[in-house]
């Protein structure tokens, strides 16, 4: 197999799901931020699913990060 084409793939799995991570860890965030304007006494609550939701954002990422690692060096 061609080991570019290997560290072409990688890159553009960890490069597509770092910029998708980002991008939903934004949104998420930009939501919390207008519900706790709209609703003050609840900020504890919404802060709570905002961190398990950015939790499993970044575990897409770091499935991503797996995948590109085996991707160059188990071939």
């Known amino acids: ?3 570019g084409l ?8 960890i490069g597509l799901a770092a910029g998708a991570a980002a991008i939903g860890i934004g949104l998420a965030a930009s939501k919390a931020f207008e519900a706790t304007a709209r609703q003050p006494e609840i900020a504890g609550k919404i802060s709570t699913i905002l961190m398990t939701s950015i ?3 970044e575990a897409t990422a770091i499935y991503a990060l797996v995948v590109s690692l085996l991707l160059v060096f188990a071939f």
């Not at 290997?6 to 799995?13: Q, V, Y």
Request: net charge neutral; no cysteine; hydrophobic share 80%.
């Open 1 to 3: 197999m061609d080991k």
């Open 6 to 13: 290997i560290a072409l793939g990688a890159a553009l799995a």
């Open 55 to 57: 939790v499993f954002i």
